[in-house]
T-cell receptor, first 112, second 112 residues
Framework: DAGVTQSPTHLIKTRGQQVTLRCSPK?????VSWYQQALGQGPQFIFQ???????QRGNFPDRFSGHQFPNYSSELNVNALLLGDSALYLC???????????FGQGTRLTVV | KQEVTQIPAALSVPEGENLVLNCSFT??????LQWFRQDPGKGLTSLLL?????REQTSGRLNASLDKSSGRSTLYIAASQPGDSATYLC???????????FGKGTTLSVSS
C-alpha cells in the first residue's frame, strides 16, 4: 500500500506566479482534503473534495482552487502567489468523510 | 468557532519516563478526535483516532482519552524512548466530519 503520495516534494516559485500541487490518495480512499501548515503552526484546512466536488472550504481566498479527478486523485492550484503562501502543503485522504485521515509527506512551497 | 489548544508547547524528558500530553477544545460538538505525530519537515502520521462516542483508544505504548463534555483529550506515552522525539498534534473533526481543526502541537524531546 503506497499510502498518500504528493508531488513535488519541494517547489520554489516567484511572487505572482501560479502553482499546481498533486495528490494521490491511499488505495481505497475516495475523499481528499488539503491543508496549509506555516512554520511552527498546526495545519489549516483549505478544502475537501468528494465525488469530484468541493464539499467544504476553509477560510482561504479564491486564489486557492482545487480539483478531484475520477480516480480520486486531486490537485491544488494557487494563483498570484504571495510571499505568505510559503508553507508546507499537506494532502489527506479518507474513506468518505468522518473516518481516519491519512496524510502525505507534503509539498514544501517557497515563494520568493 | 472551534479552537484547539495543546499544553505544554514543548516538553523534555529522560528516556523511560511516562508522560502526558494535553489537548483542549472549545466546542464539544465534534465527530472524532485524532492524534498525529510529525517529524521535522515531514508529513503527519496518524497515531490514534477516538470517535466521539468513545472514551479511549490504545495502541502499543500509547493511550488516548477523550472527555467531550469537558472538551479535553490526553495522550499518554509509556516508557518514552528517544525515537518518540517529535511534534504531537491533536485535531478534532467538525460535526460534519469534513474538516480537521488542529492545535499547534507539543514538541517532545526524549534524551537517552
Amino acid at each position: 500500500d503506497a499510502g498518500v503520495t504528493q508531488s513535488p516534494t519541494h517547489l520554489i516559485k516567484t511572487r505572482g506566479q501560479q502553482v499546481t500541487l498533486r495528490c494521490s490518495p491511499k488505495s481505497g480512499h475516495d475523499t481528499v482534503s488539503w491543508y496549509q501548515q506555516a512554520l511552527g503552526q498546526g495545519p489549516q484546512f483549505i478544502f475537501q473534495y468528494y465525488e469530484e466536488e468541493e464539499r467544504q472550504r476553509g477560510n482561504f481566498p479564491d486564489r486557492f482552487s482545487g480539483h478531484q479527478f475520477p480516480n480520486y486523485s486531486s490537485e491544488l492550484n494557487v494563483n498570484a502567489l504571495l510571499l505568505g503562501d510559503s508553507a508546507l502543503y499537506l494532502c489527506a485522504s479518507s474513506l468518505y468523510v468522518n473516518t481516519e485521515a491519512f496524510f502525505g509527506q507534503g509539498t514544501r512551497l517557497t515563494v520568493v | 468557532k472551534q479552537e484547539v489548544t495543546q499544553i505544554p508547547a514543548a516538553l523534555s524528558v529522560p528516556e523511560g519516563e511516562n508522560l502526558v500530553l494535553n489537548c483542549s477544545f472549545t466546542d464539544s460538538a465534534i465527530y472524532n478526535l485524532q492524534w498525529f505525530r510529525q517529524d521535522p519537515g515531514k508529513g503527519l502520521t496518524s497515531l490514534l483516532l477516538i470517535q466521539s462516542s468513545q472514551r479511549e483508544q490504545t495502541s502499543g505504548r500509547l493511550n488516548a482519552s477523550l472527555d467531550k463534555s469537558s472538551g479535553r483529550s490526553t495522550l499518554y506515552i509509556a516508557a518514552s524512548q528517544p525515537g518518540d522525539s517529535a511534534t504531537y498534534l491533536c485535531a478534532v473533526a467538525n460535526q460534519a466530519g469534513t474538516a480537521l481543526i488542529f492545535g499547534k502541537g507539543t514538541t517532545l524531546s526524549v534524551s537517552s
